[in-house]
């Protein structure tokens, strides 16, 4: 029979056996975990959270620093650039988020039905504005994603593109601010002030030194929508400029190192609608017609 003092011995092994243990190995084991554990794993131990004498990062940072450069690919590097106060974790957090399939994370509107399938929004009334961002933030490099639509083909309201990563609910009511009209591309200081000022509350230093906040195709007649949520919003037509009337697909390319944002109709290039993009943008899609929009990342065809 294992008396008390025995048992207290046997409790304290492990964590015994793991101070015996070196780093190389230490930092070797934890880079099977993904960031979420690594995480843990620092908030869990000293030894894997803070910095130890003559180490530049802890034990957990330097796993996922690790395993970010064995695993990320050039494509990869070139769409998370590091930020100064990022740490390693979260930019190992960023690499996972970047490889997961696109979902659509925050619906805001009265206009779209419960979400089977979180890639996937329907839009089941013509009454008002509904909007539907991506949970995923780009922040460099080139993304191409393809929304696929269908629709009933009467009237279309749709609009397509990227949007700041903000929150179109939180201290921003429905219906006393929106007014049920839930539409980022179409504020401004003179069109909905209230909700334009709250939106540039959130802006970062992440965002860059690019005013574009929003920027949009409209699927009615293919011209592109722009606003920095202040004195600036408007339309302009673009060469290459198609409307899609109907059901389709529209797909998007943005560079982040070129600052264009370049449109494709079924799978045909049209043009680059927009210059002068920088910083973080999220997907996103205004709707106020009967459809479903699928969101889905790919790659742009040649």
């Not at 992440?206 to 293919?222: A, I, M, R």
């Not at 202040?230 to 198609?242: A, F, L, M, V, Y």
């Not at 998007?252 to 449109?263: A, I, M, N, Q």
């Not at 609608?273 to 009967?290: I, N």
């Amino acid at each position: 029979m294992m008396r008390p003092r025995d048992n207290k011995r046997a409790r304290l092994l492990p964590s015994a056996t793991v101070d015996g243990l070196g780093n190389d190995l230490l930092v070797r084991c934890a880079s099977y975990l993904d960031a979420d554990g690594l995480a843990q794993l620092g908030r869990t131990s000293a030894r894997f959270g803070i910095p130890q004498a003559g180490q530049q990062r802890s034990l957990a940072n330097e796993a996922a620093r690790q395993r970010f450069r064995q695993s990320a690919t050039d494509e990869e590097r070139s769409r998370l650039p590091k930020y100064g106060d990022e740490s390693d974790v979260g930019l190992m957090r960023a690499l996972e988020q970047l490889r997961r399939p696109l979902f659509f994370g925050e619906l805001a509107g009265y206009g779209f039905r419960p979400q089977e399938n979180p890639a996937s929004v329907t839009c089941a009334t013509y009454e008002g504005c509904s909007t539907a961002v991506s949970g995923h933030v780009m922040r460099g490099g080139g993304h191409f994603v393809e929304f696929e639509i269908t629709s009933d083909g009467q009237s279309p309201f749709i609009h397509l593109g990227v949007v700041r990563p903000v929150s179109l609910t939180d201290g921003i009511d429905v219906e006393a601010d929106w007014e049920g009209l839930v539409s980022p591309v179409a504020v401004s200081s003179c069109y909905r002030p209230a909700v334009a000022e709250k939106l540039r509350s959130q802006r970062t230093a992440k965002w860059g030194e690019s005013n574009l906040h929003c920027c949009t195709y409209y699927s009615y007649h293919g011209k592109s929508f722009w606003t920095n949520w202040d004195n600036g919003k408007g339309s302009t037509d673009w060469q290459g400029k198609e409307g899609l009337q109907g059901s389709g697909t529209i797909g998007f390319l943005l560079d982040l190192d070129e600052g264009t944002l370049s449109v494709f109709k079924d799978g045909r290039r049209l043009g680059v609608m927009k210059e002068g993009l920088g910083g973080e943008y999220c997907w996103f899609v205004t709707v106020a017609s009967l459809c479903t929009i699928n969101i889905s990342r790919g790659r742009a065809p040649n």
